[in-house]
């Protein structure tokens, strides 16, 4: 069993910047991906950012790309989700995300399905 644990969020004006955290323990071992996802009020959860084992690629969605940069620190199994330039449309929950069982996530990151281990999620709001 995997545990993800989100951190991070909190309340930013709009143009300011958050650092969300991500810890996988239990030791999800392997090559494991890790990835984001976020959910607004009233919406479906979306697709943020993924991260392979390496550091690259890295995955981006056109909502976020030049704004948010996504790494990771494997010798904490942790990674990060640099959010600049944060507008209002990005209030949401943030949701971390472990895949271990393989580099199917790669494939099509934006699939849920193809995560494995899930977070509890981090509330991120952003003031106009």
């Known amino acids: 069993q995997v545990q993800v644990v989100e951190s991070g969020g909190g309340l930013v004006q709009a143009g300011g910047s958050l650092r969300l955290s991500c810890a996988a323990s239990?030791?999800?071992?392997?090559?494991?991906?890790m990835g984001w996802f976020r959910q607004g009020l009233g919406k479906e959860r979306e697709f943020v950012a993924a991260i392979t084992w390496s550091g690259a690629p890295t995955y981006l969605s056109d909502s976020v790309q030049g704004r948010f940069i996504i790494s990771r620190e494997n010798t904490m199994n942790t990674a990060y989700l640099q959010m600049n330039d944060l507008k209002p449309e990005d209030t949401a929950i943030y949701y971390c995300?472990?895949?271990?069982?393989?580099?199917?996530?790669?494939?099509?990151?934006?699939?849920?399905?193809?995560?494995?281990?899930w977070g509890q999620g981090t509330q991120v709001t952003v003031s106009s």
């Open positions: 239990g030791r999800p071992g392997g090559r494991f991906g």
């Open positions: 995300a472990v895949a271990v069982y393989g580099p199917a996530w790669s494939t099509s990151p934006t699939m849920e399905r193809l995560w494995d281990y």
